[in-house]
């Protein structure tokens, strides 16, 4: 097996991209949903402890999300392209939402009046799911037009708004105490419910009308796969309610970010080896072998790094928080 072959190096970059994938979507995940969460939080004290809960990691978040772009732009230029083209709006609706919340986290601190920029924050945090979540389902239907597809990829804005409400409940539910704790833990229910049910009705109507269900689902030993993870799913599931009534304070965000693997998983697999379905195959689309070995010399150095200012910062600033008194 010759591992500098363009197959090969790849693949490896089609699983690096999506680890990297990965590491956003848990990480920035919560804090997204934290900022969808502050627009039904009525106290301004509440509000504090919301927003003093993720001011440690909340930009180090992002960062997986430009590294994850850089290495797509570099390793799939070809699909990097056709997204780029095919998803401009949505593209550029998420990052003006990441500006927003930028600006609003940083300007309430010094604000009179709080309550305008914790909205903002809010709905650039909505506003950035709900663009991930248009470009997930466009990227599902294979970037095809027509009023099906318009529908699905509207179901699956909804599922990554309310799973990512899920992830910022059960994150609440261990940096918080007392009446947000609480709450958050009926944010919980709720969102893992609304979150399975979309994942459900996604998962039928890729089956019914994507290429990935009529194609890669009817291969050989794929399907077993994806009923091997949907099972840790429904597990998953299953978990974070029995976490939650015992009133488990990390159990929740650890089933959470189960049920988010899983599904992750499922969909990578449901890819390969295409990286844009019905359009654009993983060979097709992937740079020169040159390229591609220089881009790991690159991650090498620079993912270690990442991975350990992330634990590093997690660690230093776990436990519950506190209120501030000036």
Request: aromatic share 12%.
């Amino acid at each position: 097996m010759n591992v500098t072959s363009p197959d090969m190096l790849g693949t490896a970059w089609f699983g690096l991209i999506g680890l990297m994938l990965v590491f956003y979507v848990v990480t920035d995940g919560f804090d997204l949903g934290v900022g969808i969460l502050s627009l039904f939080t009525r106290r301004e004290s509440d509000r504090d402890l919301i927003f003093q809960s993720i001011g440690h990691v909340w930009d180090a978040n992002e960062t997986w999300l430009v590294v994850a772009g850089g290495a797509l732009f570099g390793a799939f230029p070809r699909a990097y392209a056709i997204l780029l083209q095919e998803l401009y709006i949505p593209i550029m609706m998420l990052i003006a939402s990441l500006i927003l919340r930028g600006a609003s986290i940083e300007f309430r601190h010094a604000a009179g009046h709080k309550r305008i920029w914790d909205v903002v924050f809010g709905l650039g945090s909505l506003l950035a799911a709900l663009s991930q979540g248009v470009v997930l389902g466009k990227i599902i239907t294979g970037l095809e037009p027509g009023a099906l597809n318009a529908i699905f990829t509207g179901f699956t804005a909804l599922g990554v708004i309310s799973g990512y409400c899920l992830l910022g409940a059960t994150y609440l539910i261990k940096k918080t105490s007392g009446r947000l704790e609480q709450a958050a833990r009926r944010h919980t229910v709720i969102s893992v419910l609304t979150t399975v049910v979309s994942a459900i009705v996604l998962s039928a109507g890729t089956m019914a009308y994507s290429s990935i269900g009529r194609d890669r689902w009817a291969q050989s030993g794929v399907f077993e796969v994806l009923l091997l993870l949907a099972l840790v799913a429904a597990l998953s599931f299953i978990y974070v309610l029995l976490t939650v009534r015992v009133n488990s304070v990390r159990g929740p965000f650890r089933g959470a970010v189960l049920l988010f693997l899983s599904s992750f998983c499922g969909l990578a697999i449901s890819f390969f080896p295409d990286l844009l379905p019905g359009k654009l195959t993983i060979a097709e689309a992937a740079s020169d072998s040159s390229t591609l070995i220089f881009m790991f010399i690159g991650i090498g150095t620079v993912l270690p790094v990442m991975v350990g200012y992330n634990l590093f910062q997690y660690h230093v600033f776990r436990g519950k928080v506190m209120a501030l008194h000036h």
